[in-house]
C-alpha cells in the first residue's frame, strides 16, 4: 500500500511539473470574473448552501483546475455541469481554480454522536487494514487540507452527502478521473456506514 501511495504522488506530483507556467500565472482577479457563473451553485465566495454542490472556497489550486479540465474535457461526468465550462481554456482554469483557492474554507461541525465519530475518526486518521483501507490523512493530510503539488484535494468542513455520494459514484466506477483508481478501489472496500462515518468526521476538521 505504502508502494502504491508513493508512486501516485509521483505521478501527481508530475502532473503539477506539466501545468507549472499556467499555475505560476494564474491570475485570481481574472478568475473572480469568469467565476461568476460559480456562484449559482457553489455560492459566490465558494460555499455551497445545497448539498449537492460542493463547497469550493479554499479548495487546492491545482486540484480544481484539474477537475475543471476534466469536467470540460468529458473525463469526468457531472449532468449538473454540462455546458457550464465549455468555453473554458485551461488558463481560465487555472484563473477561477486560483480565485476560490484565495476564498476562506467553509468551517463545518461533525455530529458529535459517539460511534460515528469515533469510526470516522478511526478511517481517517488510521484507516481499516483489515478491509484494505488506508488513512484518509495519508493523502489530504491531518487537518483535511490536501496536498498541493500531489494534486490531493482539501476535504475539510466538506458537505458530507457530497462526500457520500462522491464516494458512492468512485466505488461504482461512475467517477474515474482519480490516478491510478486509487479512489475506486479504496471506495469499493467501504461500507455506506464507513462513507458516512468518514464524511462526518470530515466534515468537523478544519
Known sequence: MR???????????AVGVAHADLEADADAAAGREKAQSCAACHGPNGISSAPSFPHIAGQQMTYLAKQIMDIRDG????????????????????????????????????????????RGQELYRAGDMAKGIPACAACHGPSGAGIHTAVYPALSGQIPQYIVSTLQ???????TNDPGNMMGDIAAKMSDTDMQAVANYINGLH
Do not use: C, H
Not at 97 to 104: K, L, S
Not at 169 to 175: K, P, V, Y
Open 169 to 175: 459514484d468512485f466505488a461504482a466506477g461512475e467517477r
Open 3 to 13: 508502494k502504491l501511495l508513493a508512486s501516485l504522488a509521483i505521478t501527481l506530483g
Open 75 to 118: 473525463d469526468r461526468l457531472v449532468p449538473e455541469m454540462v455546458g457550464q465550462v465549455d468555453d473554458f481554456s485551461d488558463q481560465d482554469a487555472w484563473d477561477v481554480a486560483a480565485y476560490f483557492a484565495q476564498q476562506d474554507a467553509n468551517v463545518g461541525q461533525a455530529d458529535p454522536a459517539e460511534e460515528a465519530l469515533m
